[in-house]
């Protein structure tokens, strides 16, 4: 899945979805175990983008997007 899971959620590739959280605004985030990312769905126009990893598990990285996550499985959101 080179797209990193960006666009209408509908049409995107997942592996293996876990960890699900839901944040304030009724945005969902995941981990897709599989492609070694945590996802974002947006509530407000259902978008599918890349929240953290780079989509592999090898490496090391600055930020979120760039970080790397070895089959990442439990996802957190803290309020506020």
Do not use: W
């Not at 959620?9 to 009724?26: L, P, Q, T």
């Not at 945005?27 to 070694?36: L, Q």
């Amino acid at each position: 899945d080179d797209t990193g899971g960006q666009g209408q959620a509908k049409n995107v590739s997942i592996g293996y979805a876990s960890g699900i959280s839901m944040d304030e605004n009724g945005d969902i985030f995941f981990c897709d175990f599989s492609y070694h990312r945590v996802r974002r769905i947006s509530f407000s126009n259902q978008e599918s983008s890349l929240f953290a990893g780079k989509g592999s598990p090898v490496g090391d990285g600055g930020g979120l997007r760039s970080a790397t996550l070895n089959l990442p499985g439990t996802f957190y959101l803290e309020p506020g």
